[in-house]
């Protein structure tokens, strides 16, 4: 069964887990009691959320909540690639750069070109000794700026999969959209499609 979600709490000397385990869209839910690293308890069995914990909370002296468990983010790590004249950040950009080539109705217009988001600023600050705290400007680079005929200039953020996508995108992609009038498309490869854009 595929592990789903897990909620932990801590103790001195035990971290208590209830994990939600998927079979075939039905969830299954137990609890595991862990202590040095070494699983030292397991009991599966329970319908619910609320039934496992309840059922630990009984057998064990447990104070507080139990917390969602977030899974670490791994850190993408890819090799610069050149080709045509070009360095690219990998070759997944290489590769939409290849597309993007290819494409009669695409006319790369810019690449890597830096845009200003939000001035810099320095503000009063409790927890420096130089009394005041540096913001520096915020900068956006898309990887590619095109022409597509039809739609006007698009800027195009490519990225190895969903999950290399960070958290900040969002934020950056509203910044810029709404300072240059220029739509930023995310791209992801797709092996049934070749390209995902969202």
């Given amino acids: 069964m595929k592990l789903n979600k897990t909620w932990v709490n801590k103790d001195n000397f035990f971290i208590y887990e209830i994990r939600e385990r998927r079979d075939k869209n039905v969830l299954h839910y137990e609890y595991a009691v862990i202590e040095d690293g070494t699983e030292i308890m397991l009991e599966s069995g329970f319908t619910s959320k ?12 447990i104070k507080g909540q139990f917390k969602i468990k977030k899974a670490v983010r791994k850190r993408v790590i890819s090799k610069k690639v050149e080709y045509d004249g070009h360095t690219f950040d990998s070759m997944t950009e290489r590769d939409f750069y290849m597309y993007l080539q290819n494409n009669k109705l695409a006319t790369i217009t ?25 913001v520096r400007a915020k900068i956006y680079t898309p990887d590619f700026i095109c022409h597509l005929e039809g739609y006007g200039m698009v800027a195009f953020e490519v990225k190895g999969s969903v999950k290399s996508i960070p958290r900040d995108l969002s934020l950056r992609r509203h910044l810029f959209e709404s300072e240059y009038g220029i739509q930023l498309v995310i791209v992801t490869p797709d092996k049934k499609e070749g390209w995902k854009f969202s």
């Fill in 50 to 61: 609320e039934q496992a914990r309840t059922r630990i909370k009984k057998k064990f002296d």
């Fill in 110 to 134: 810019e690449m890597q070109k830096s845009f200003h988001l939000l001035d810099g600023y320095e503000i009063p600050s409790i927890v420096n000794k130089k009394g005041s705290r540096s």
